[in-house]
């Protein structure tokens, strides 16, 4: 069984990391990463009228912190995700992804702790 890496108390300055640009099937993405052993923190802001070029099977702790979008699931199902809004997906479990009309910021969450358990 894989331990999770200890994380000592830090604070995250937000402002210097450098952005990374994704392109969607439609607009883009920006995320602003942290990287642990094995946790991932992200500060990602999408782009009016974003649209994801891929459906994502990796599960996310996903908080809408400004703007609104459509979290799609792969079925046809759709979840609108407004500000102070949450989600929560284990791995493999729903395939989704993201569309926004008018652009949205959102503070994800993920790692092995979300590993889908058989």
Known sequence: M?????????????????????????????WKTIQFKELRIRMVKYSAGYLANHWCHKGHILHCL???????????????MKAGMTYVVSD????????????????????DFLKLKK
């Open 92 to 111: 493999d479990l729903s395939s989704h992804r993201s569309y926004t009309k008018d652009g949205v910021e959102l503070l994800i969450i993920d790692g």
């Open 2 to 30: 894989n331990e999770l890496e200890n994380i000592p108390f830090q604070l995250i300055d937000w402002e210097p990391i450098p952005e990374e640009r994704h392109e969607g099937e439609e607009g883009y993405a920006l």
């Open 66 to 80: 400004k703007g609104e979008m459509i979290s799609e699931l792969e079925n046809g199902e759709k979840s609108l």
